[in-house]
């Protein structure tokens, strides 16, 4: 396929763009506040830091590079550097296809919310009932019971979410650049006022001092460590298939060094300012002690009680709620087209499939599937895939791609590639090696490991995570992982048999001679 047809960036700032949109997301607006909350504020935003330079940097600039040079999406790119590789490939892009099943309803919670923000004027100075309103909406049951309760305003949603989505990506490339600007500038701007209002609510100096102020103490907490590491990879959208596929669409001559660094920045940048908005809103509205607890469906909950006492007037909570929602519709959208750009890329130029068909089926499969998360026992299957895509899937991925690339390629390749057109910040050769071959495959195999504990300590033998039922542990964790994993032996076989009758896979390597 020439490079062309492949698609391209129209230019430099559309691809920071549209990668600052794939970065941020809800995570930043729930997950990291609710994780500053937990571990004593600065004392986070310090461990994160170390966690960017670390290994957020050199990874994101690692897949970028590699996406840009093979010119194909993780399968491919990976499989080229060697073929033993490729199944890699295919365990990233599962994984992201599970995220993608599961942010999708999110996502359809979220537009849910944001069209029933009228409500939070009659709900003024009831917080009960405002924390009860998504419950009442989606009918979730927040247990694994509840299969045949079905929510059709959570359905209808849900279409609206998979659309958008569609839209955005239709075209690849061709559709990103005319959206990557409003996936970021939107959010930040929702941000900003609710920034505004915020700080200058009761309480807010305190927040400030809660957010920024290091309690030094917490840094022997070994979770803290694992929660400020896995949060960046979350965030930086890396191990998801997503960043080599947005390499690939990139120029020769781009500066990966200098974008990266500007797109990391710009992530903390939106992480540190949502947390703004989450510490000074709860504490102004008597909530402080519940930001720890924000999260995949608390926030739905939570955050109400907080719209609906935040003023007096209703009209005035309601829209608050209307751009606290639009927000978070914002942020979703821009990770959640991207994550399905990365698995389709990542199809397209294994199978030389034409790409915009390849986009709409995925969206439908992933669309048919996420239907499952609607229903009663949804919310509570979606907290154990959750768990497990984050807690095992991508850390493991992690693991895998940092030592194949590390030790059974050349870095000092990756980094000529990195650094081809630096400028005024080169990415140093021991900065790289240091990350890339020890420190993300140790840190990430303990991280795995801790995990592992953690879970057989609270779930027993079966490894269950506590609370929910084993089935959806064995299905949604074990099972999903186990077909993560396989899918790359899986896929060999099929283009084993279909080989046999004249089918011609595409296969890429990396060119010396192109230096
Ligand atoms: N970076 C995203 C976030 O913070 C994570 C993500 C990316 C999730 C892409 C899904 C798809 O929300």
Known sequence: MSNSSRGAWASRSTFILASIGSAVGL????????????????????????????????????????????????????????????????AATSNAFFIAVYYAAVFAWVILMMLNSWQFAPLTGSPAAAGALWTSLTRTTETT?????????????????????????RKGTD????????????????????AVKGVTMPRAGEALHQLFVPQWAQLADPKLWIDAFSQVFYSLSIMMAIMFAYGSFLDRDSNIAADATVIALADLFISVLASIVMFTTMYGTGLADKVASLGMGATF???PTAIVSLTESGIVNALFGFV??????????????????????AFADKFRLEKSRCTAVLCVVAGVLSLFFTCGAGLAWLDVVDNWCNSFNLILVGVLETLAIGWGFKTAKVLKEINRNAKSFHLPAWWFNASVKILSPLLLCLFFVWNLITLFQSGGIYGAAANYSLLSNLVGGWGMMAVVFASGFIVR???????????????VAWDDTEE
Request: contains cysteine; glycine residues 12%.
């Open 301 to 303: 909950k939570v955050y």
């Open 324 to 345: 606290f929602f639009f927000c978070l519709f914002t942020l979703a959208l821009g990770s959640a087209f991207s994550i399905l750009e990365g698995v389709s890329t």
């Open 145 to 169: 019971s509840g299969y045949g309760i079905i929510s059709w305003p959570t359905v209808g949603c849900l279409v609206l979410a998979w659309a958008a989505i569609w839209l955005c990506i």
């Open 27 to 90: 995570g930043n607006a729930w997950r990291f506040p609710a994780l500053c909350a937990k571990h004593g504020g600065g004392t986070f935003l310090f461990v994160y830091l170390l966690a960017i330079l670390a290994m957020g940097l050199p990874l994101l600039m690692m897949e970028i590079a590699i996406g840009r040079r093979m010119r194909g999406g993780v399968v491919t790119a990976l499989g080229g550097l060697n073929k033993k590789f490729e199944p890699i490939g295919w």
């Open 493 to 507: 076989l099929v283009v084993r048999r279909k080989t046999k009758k004249g089918f011609v896979e595409s296969h």
């Open 175 to 194: 559709s990103i650049n005319k959206v990557a600007k409003y996936t970021v500038l939107l959010p930040v701007l929702c941000l900003a006022v609710m």
